[in-house]
């Protein structure tokens, strides 16, 4: 500051002066000029005509300086004298300003680290976010875990499954008074379970020539349904009798294998690794112990075959997920479920964690609309080995292999 105030003076100074320096510039040309006046005076005082006077040089004349000069070499020197005035203020102060720029860039730092969301109250909106979906997923019956277990509905939104219209790749007399209600192909051989009071059967038949090669017929009061085949065991439900038959597969004999009950209609059946898996015309599939003893070893019937699970199957229709019901005819293929939709062409392709369709297979085309209204489709059976699906209808005359569709 005492150096502040000494350029300031300097500045003062000189400006005054340059002002004293023109105050005197200006005197003296005046003084000049009246000596001069005086002088003429003199010489005209006397009686003579005046004598003319010779030209001479007048006499010099010393301007002062114009104002406006003045005033642009004052702004001038104030200027120069201003810029070396901050310069020296600022070479002195350079310390002083890289610690005040220190202190501001902190104070700013500490206000953005203040204002900011703290990283807890991240994850906590976010959490809030998921309680809010899963609410609003509840009230529109939707469930969340099914869906997510689901690759195609968890990564986009859900739309209807797609429906492939079955291709035939060949054609195999069926007989036209089977009343077919389980269906399956195993190397090459065919079994199928047949309904109707006083008619139902299970039977063995040639798959190309649709010869029955062997049969066995339910009591009157049994209607034959659902079919599946465990390892040397065909597993054939009833539909209302609430037993289950299970039949050595070479003879048809009951062999050592006890029966089992079940609380349901039984409609359709088959089985994964773990689980038979029923149907019983609603949209719920079950999933049963199948752990299969003998009299001897379980001592009850109670023990065997009892619900593990139940899985509701529904299908994306109309913005909704909605329940598939009369499930029927069932098929286990590559890690889902494939079932015939009672009273309709279409055979559904389930995932079996989270119960939704994946696809629709369409099979109306395949088969003229009978006059029969019974004569539905019914029967899915996927032979393994040689990679083939095969689809045909109760008291259809044909059976039908049709192009694989995968489920996925
Ligand atoms: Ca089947």
Excluded at 127 to 135: C, F, G, L, P
Aim: glycine share 6%; charged share 20%; proline share 7%.
């Amino acid at each position: 500051m005492p150096r502040r105030n000494t350029a300031v003076a300097v500045v003062r100074n000189r400006m005054l002066a340059d002002a004293a320096a023109a105050t005197y510039s200006i005197n003296e040309a005046r003084s000049r000029s009246r000596s001069n006046s005086t002088s003429s005076n003199k010489s005209s005082g006397s009686d003579r005509p005046a004598a003319v006077q010779p030209i001479t040089d007048p006499p010099k004349r010393i301007s002062p300086i114009p104002p406006p000069m003045m005033a642009r070499r004052r702004k001038r020197d104030f200027t120069r004298e201003l810029s070396r005035t901050i310069r020296s203020v600022s070479d002195a102060g350079g310390v002083v300003k890289l610690a005040l720029f220190l202190v501001l860039a902190l104070a700013v730092w500490m206000l953005l680290a203040w204002t900011a969301p703290h990283p807890h109250q991240h994850q906590h909106q976010a959490n809030t976010k998921t309680r809010t979906a899963s609410h609003s997923a509840t009230r529109a019956g939707m469930d969340l875990s099914s869906s997510s277990s689901s690759t195609s509905a968890a990564s986009s939104l859900p739309s209807p499954p797609p429906r492939v219209a079955a291709v035939p790749r060949a054609r195999f007399p069926h007989d036209s008074q089977a009343f077919t209600q389980g269906l399956l192909i195993d190397d090459g051989i065919m079994w199928e379970s047949t309904g109707l009071y006083g008619r139902s059967t299970l039977r063995q038949v040639d798959l190309s020539s649709g010869t029955v090669l062997q049969s066995y017929s339910l009591p009157s009061s049994d209607f034959g349904e659902g079919l599946c085949l465990v390892e040397d065991r065909l597993i054939q439900l009833t539909w209302q009798n609430h037993v289950a038959y299970i039949y050595d597969k070479k003879n048809f004999t009951s062999g050592p294998y006890t029966n089992f009950t079940y609380a349901t209609d039984g409609w359709g059946v088959t089985h994964d690794t773990q689980h038979y898996i029923l149907s019983d015309g609603s949209d719920t599939l079950l999933f049963l112990d199948p752990t299969v003893r003998s009299w001897q070893e379980s001592g009850t019937q109670a023990k065997n075959f009892r619900v593990q699970r139940k899985l509701q199957v529904r299908a994306w229709q109309n913005g909704a997920y909605r329940p598939v019901r009369m499930l029927n005819e069932l098929e286990y293929i590559d890690g889902h479920i494939y079932a015939n939709v009672w009273y309709t062409p279409f055979i559904a392709i389930i995932e079996p964690t989270s119960g939704l369709v994946r696809k629709w297979i369409d099979i109306g085309s395949l088969h003229p609309v009978p006059s029969n209204p019974e004569a539905t489709p019914n029967g899915v059976a996927y032979d393994a080995r040689a990679h083939k699906l095969y689809v045909t209808g109760k008291l259809w005359p044909l059976l039908y292999e049709i192009d694989y569709i995968s489920p996925y």
